[in-house]
């Protein structure tokens, strides 16, 4: 065999096959080739073409959200020149972090096409059992916060017993939640509504506008991003070699290296803005760490797999072996645990647990936030980055129309909107996905 030929099925068998026509079974073979193959050689033109192809067959992944960010920080930025300041992102990135926590465990259940209203009360009792534990019973603060998410998954998988196995409806279940355990966070509070936490209490220090880094915060903020492109390098790369000793279409290098050094722009800007003002925040950066982690649950592991098995068709995933009670219990858990995490960065941000704290509107805009960001409500597609993007959407309306002084009742008709567009564009998206015989 020729060295040509030796390089041509080299490079050709992850992604050419050779089939023979159905209708004349003496008919030569004829050779097949991946689509993203062709997108490969034909360069910027053959993505857009892809690009496009996605667009009509109703694939728009994040395109829908990046656009509205965009427009809505031009827009206020056009109505007041300090909304893009580094001090206004800085607190944006700080105060969207406590209910995007919230939103995280929300996707994990919205994955499964299912709700659960009992976050924000989770949160909000999940503050004040720590503040019980460690005002009123002198408790370790590390010891107290491991108790307090403890606590959170606990509750979480308490509602996914009734719903997997007893069979109780989740938006039941969750509503039941909401009701009880803000009823026991309201009598665990007492007459007073407030118990107010030390500040130097390590989780609350922890969870408040504080830097890991200190007096080294700039160093910090780039030292983040650094680490951030590097992690994106090395997985990026690492899929590649699996994909290609499995003989499965995978990304050309110089594609690779493309998404990193734009990834490497954007993470290092952000840094120079946020280090123009007060630094990283120790929230934003746990907030950051958790997306990572959970999105490598999600993407990279078998439970991840199963969770969207379970989302995508009950009865399939049954016949594929998966135990879908367990996954609807663990589920649930995941979403108790994040709600209670939540809870501590809101107590962080006042040094306190409140009547308020979980309560208002904290459920509507955590799930508007995983709605919006882009996870589907029907179940079986979403990303757990649509934590981030869904945040920084609402975070940004939210504090917008603070600047511009609006009533509070603007900024629920807007956050509205948004929320019913969201859902909309991803009705149409499953249709049109349907029609493409993509669904």
Not at 315 to 343: D, H
Not at 356 to 363: D, F, K, Q, S, V
Not at 411 to 424: D, E, K, N, R, S
Request: charged residues 10%; contains cysteine; aromatic residues 8%.
């Amino acid at each position: 065999m020729s060295d040509t030929s030796k390089v041509s099925k080299t490079d050709a068998a992850p992604e050419q096959q050779t089939v023979a026509p159905a209708d004349d079974p003496t008919a030569a073979a004829v050779s097949v080739v991946d689509p993203r193959l062709l997108v490969r050689e034909e360069g910027f033109k053959g993505y857009l073409t892809e690009f496009k192809r996605k667009v009509k067959g109703g694939e728009l992944g994040s395109l829908p959200v990046v656009i509205g960010l965009i427009v809505i920080w031009t827009i206020f930025q056009l109505k007041n020149d300090r909304f893009l300041s580094a001090d206004n992102l800085s607190n944006i990135s700080y105060y969207m972090s406590a209910t995007g926590m919230l939103a995280i465990g929300l996707v994990f259940v919205l994955l499964l096409g299912e709700i659960d209203l009992s976050v924000g009360s989770v949160s909000g009792l999940s503050s004040t059992i720590f503040a019980v534990f460690v005002v009123e019973h002198g408790m370790n603060d590390w010891l107290a916060l491991v108790l307090t998410v403890l606590t959170g998954i606990g509750i979480g998988a308490l509602h996914g017993f009734f719903f997997a196995r007893i069979g109780v409806p989740a938006f039941v279940v969750t509503l039941a939640g909401f009701l009880g355990w803000n009823g026991l966070m309201l009598w665990l509070l007492g007459s007073s509504g407030t118990i107010n936490i030390p500040a130097d209490s390590g989780p609350v220090h922890l969870f408040g506008q504080n830097s890991f880094f200190m007096d080294q915060a700039v160093i910090g903020a780039y030292l983040l991003a650094g680490l951030g492109v590097v992690l994106s390098l090395v997985g990026q790369f690492n899929e590649q070699r699996r994909r290609r000793a499995a003989g499965v279409p995978f990304r050309p290098t110089s594609e690779i290296l493309v998404r990193v050094v734009l990834l490497g722009i954007a993470s290092f800007a952000a840094a120079a803005v946020l280090n123009s003002a007060a630094g990283v925040s120790n929230a934003l950066v746990i907030f950051l760490a958790c997306l990572v982690i959970v999105d490598f649950v999600l993407r990279r592991t078998t439970y991840g797999r199963k969770v969207f098995a379970v989302g995508g068709g009950i009865e399939a995933a049954r016949r594929a072996g998966i135990s879908v009670p367990m996954v609807r219990i663990t589920v649930f858990s995941i979403s108790g645990m994040f709600a209670a995490i939540g809870g501590m960065f809101f107590a962080g941000q006042t040094a306190s647990a409140t009547l308020t704290a979980g309560g208002g509107n904290t459920l509507m805009l955590a799930i508007a936030a995983a709605v919006i960001g882009g996870t589907s409500l029907f179940g079986g597609r979403g990303s757990v980055w649509s934590a981030l993007l869904g945040m920084l959407v609402i975070q940004s309306i939210q504090t917008g129309l603070d600047l511009l002084n609006m009533n509070t009742s603007i900024q629920y008709m807007i956050t509205g909107a948004v929320l019913l567009g969201a859902v909309v564009i991803d009705s149409v998206s499953r249709k049109s996905q349907k029609a493409a015989g993509r669904a």
